[in-house]
């Protein structure tokens, strides 16, 4: 079955940009749309973004600003990069796959990552 | 703050059947999306327990059971287990952001 694997930089300065990569095993990454969502240390998850294996992209308003997800269809790849970070974007940070059906308003998240904890201080 | 708005905490005895609220609004659940409930088990990635407010992936007991109605949802867990204590979290799409959004998430502890 298909299987999500993080991988990036484990600590980050003030106001630099944060990369993480997300390798896909186990299956294609066309047809499907991929998304970063992070969890703060013993807080609750947040969604970051989302894109299609041909790039199409959405990102959540509170971050669209500085957050830009890409897609590596030769890698079987998509990554993450959010710039000017701060301590507040510490956190795990899980890449999914995002699952729609046509008799089911709205997408949901499966599988995900094991995640990977990105600290951000200098 | 979250979108979607789920107890803090939620705790039953063995055997006991628990359930745990998730409150949207109108450009969402209210909108008609549906809710997915997600398992995050201590230390571990959350995943998938209900999709489509109430179908269990392979390998979910149908001991969890999901329901929807109006801008509110639910997640039931009957014939509560050890090994059900977990934190839970509530996700759905918003229409007035383009993308999803979870709930706060509910810490399940098993007296």
């Known amino acids: 079955q298909v299987q999500l694997q993080e991988s990036g930089p484990g600590l980050v300065k003030p106001s630099e940009t944060l990369s993480l990569s997300c390798t896909v095993s186990g299956g294609s990454i066309s047809s499907y749309y991929w998304s970063w969502i992070r969890q703060p240390p013993g807080k609750g998850l947040e969604w970051i973004g989302s894109?299609?294996?041909?790039?199409?992209?959405n990102y959540n308003p509170s971050l669209k600003s500085r957050v830009t997800i890409s897609v590596d269809t030769s890698k079987n790849q998509f990554s993450l990069n959010l710039r000017s970070v701060t301590a507040a974007d510490t956190a795990l940070y899980y890449c999914?796959?995002?699952?729609?059906?046509?008799?089911?308003?709205?997408?949901?998240?499966?599988?995900w990552g094991q995640g990977t904890l990105v600290t951000v201080s200098s | 703050q979250s979108v979607l708005t789920q107890p803090p905490s939620v705790s039953g005895a063995p055997g006991q059947r628990v359930t745990i609220s998730c409150t949207g609004g109108?450009?969402?659940?209210?909108?008609?999306?549906?809710v997915h409930w997600y398992q995050q088990l201590p230390g571990t990635a959350p995943k998938l327990l209900i999709y489509?407010?109430?179908n269990r992936p392979s390998g979910v007991p149908d001991r969890f059971s999901g329901s929807k109605s109006g801008a509110s949802a639910s997640l039931a867990i009957t014939g509560l287990q050890a090994e059900d204590e977990a934190d839970y979290y509530c996700q759905s799409y918003d229409s007035s952001l383009s993308g999803s959004v979870f709930g706060g998430g509910t810490k399940l502890t098993v007296l």
């Open positions: 489509g407010h109430n």
């Open positions: 894109i299609s294996y041909s790039g199409t992209t």
């Open positions: 999914a796959r995002r699952r729609v059906d046509t008799f089911i308003p709205g997408n949901w998240f499966d599988p």
């Open positions: 109108d450009s969402n659940i209210g909108a008609g999306y549906d």
